[in-house]
């Protein structure tokens, strides 16, 4: 999943970037409302941490322009842990959730999972698809004949997608924008690789190629 961090306190970036990365998410930063709002357009992020406090732009007034615009990307909001007003505001004008500062970084990746959940129309940490359950807490799968994987980071990232989004088809653009971050190499090679490595985890037959278009999970009904 895509994640985009608006933060002007480095300090705070540097120290979340890595464990946000080591809690599935590829992870963007703009350290202004101006850029912040801008990427929150552009990159079409599965979820948005929004940190009231910036300069150039309030990120108050940046959650209200893209609310206004149609964007819905789900937001939770940092704020001073004794602002009330921030959290009231920000729940007003969109918010799906609200963090105060300090925080401790369980509690963060906790709210993300369930803003995530409750976005995707989710009950709990697990997805299933055709008989494969991923587990998405521990970053685990179980294929269908019962084996357990363990996932690499990427191949994570890509499943848990493909099943947030099992009856849409995904060309290797889309599927790149949601599992890499900006500065990383990609090309519609190593995309067909990590493919590849589900399909012979899960069968060849739980990814489909729908020539010209992209992948799709082969049809079925969730668990």
Same mark, same amino acid.
């Given at each position: 999943?895509?994640?985009?961090?608006? &933060?002007?306190?480095?300090?705070?970036?540097?120290?979340?970037?890595?464990?946000? %990365?080591?809690?599935?998410?590829?992870?963007? =930063?703009?350290?202004?409302?101006?850029?912040?709002?801008?990427?929150?357009?552009?990159?079409?992020?599965?979820?948005?941490?929004?940190?009231?406090? /910036?300069?150039?732009?309030?990120?108050?007034?940046?959650? %209200?322009?893209?609310?206004?615009?149609?964007?819905?990307?789900?937001?939770?909001?940092?704020?001073? %842990?004794?602002?009330?007003?921030?959290?009231?505001?920000?729940?007003?004008?969109?918010?799906?959730?609200?963090? +105060?500062?300090?925080?401790?970084?369980?509690?963060?990746?906790?709210?993300?999972?369930?803003? +995530?959940?409750?976005?995707?129309?989710?009950?709990?940490?697990?997805? #299933?698809?055709?008989?494969?359950?991923?587990?998405?807490?521990? *970053?685990?799968?179980? #294929?269908?004949?019962?084996?357990?994987?363990?996932?690499?980071?990427?191949?994570?990232?890509? /499943?848990?997608?493909?099943? *947030?989004?099992?009856?849409?088809?995904?060309?290797?653009? %889309?599927?790149?924008? !949601?599992?890499?971050?900006?500065?990383?190499?990609?090309? #519609?090679?190593?995309?067909?690789?990590?493919?590849?490595?589900?399909?012979? !985890?899960?069968?060849?037959?739980? =990814?489909?190629?729908?020539?010209?278009? +992209?992948?799709?999970?082969?049809? +079925? &009904?969730? &668990?």
């Amino acid at each position: 999943m895509k994640l985009l961090l608006i &933060e002007d306190d480095r300090q705070l970036t540097d120290a979340l970037q890595p464990l946000l %990365r080591d809690a599935g998410y590829a992870v963007e =930063i703009a350290d202004n409302g101006i850029d912040g709002e801008f990427l929150g357009n552009e990159l079409a992020p599965d979820l948005i941490v929004l940190d009231l406090g /910036l300069p150039g732009k309030p990120g108050l007034d940046v959650l %209200r322009s893209w609310r206004a615009a149609g964007n819905r990307t789900p937001v939770l909001v940092l704020t001073a %842990r004794d602002a009330w007003h921030e959290r009231v505001d920000g729940l007003k004008a969109g918010a799906d959730d609200y963090l +105060g500062k300090p925080f401790h970084t369980a509690e963060l990746l906790a709210r993300l999972e369930a803003v +995530g959940r409750r976005h995707g129309g989710q009950a709990s940490n697990e997805l #299933s698809w055709r008989g494969v359950k991923l587990d998405t807490e521990r *970053q685990q799968a179980t #294929s269908a004949d019962g084996r357990v994987i363990d996932l690499t980071a990427i191949e994570f990232r890509l /499943l848990r997608y493909l099943m *947030q989004h099992p009856r849409e088809v995904h060309s290797k653009t %889309r599927l790149s924008d !949601h599992v890499y971050e900006e500065e990383q190499q990609r090309d #519609s090679n190593v995309m067909e690789v990590y493919i590849n490595r589900l399909r012979q !985890h899960f069968g060849k037959d739980f =990814i489909l190629t729908r020539r010209g278009q +992209g992948y799709q999970l082969a049809p +079925g &009904e969730t &668990e």
